[in-house]
Nanobody, 126 residues
Framework: QLRLVESGGGLVQPGSSLRLSCAVSGLTLDDYAIGWFRQAPGKEREGVSCISNNDGRTYYADSVKGRFTLSRDNAKNTVYLQMNSLKPEDTAVYYC???????????????????WGQGTQVTVSS
């Protein structure tokens, strides 16, 4: 059974760091790109970052570039989103999702991602 489970969210102060994890089962990271998306209350879901399946290349939204780092551990079937210098505007529910594709990844659209986790809440507040 294919499953994605996010963890690592929480309540932190501005400027703090968090590391989100996306543990996947029922698929191999060699075949799926993994993306992270977030949705704040009253706002549309937005792409944050993704990592391609074939070469591990990463892509970031401009709003998080330089602060967030995406990585993967194929042996553990887990993808990590390291979030540094967090801002109140980063507050959202964060979702990881899997996209079966030959190569590359995209965060400009979410409809190509067929499998989603349940989400983890990140709140940045003083």
């Amino acid at each position: 059974q294919l499953r994605l489970v996010e963890s690592g969210g929480g309540l932190v102060q501005p400027g703090s760091s968090l590391r989100l994890s996306c543990a996947v089962s029922g698929l191999t990271l060699d075949d799926y790109a993994i993306g992270w998306f977030r949705q704040a209350p009253g706002k549309e879901r937005e792409g944050v970052s993704c990592i391609s399946n074939n070469d591990g290349r990463t892509y970031y939204a401009d709003s998080v570039k330089g602060r967030f780092t995406l990585s993967r551990d194929n042996a553990k079937n887990t993808v990590y989103l390291q979030m540094n210098s967090l801002k109140p505007e980063d507050t959202a529910v964060y979702y990881c999702a899997a996209d079966r594709r030959h190569s590359g990844c995209s965060i400009s659209v979410s409809w190509t991602y067929n499998y989603w986790g349940q989400g983890t809440q990140v709140t940045v507040s003083s």
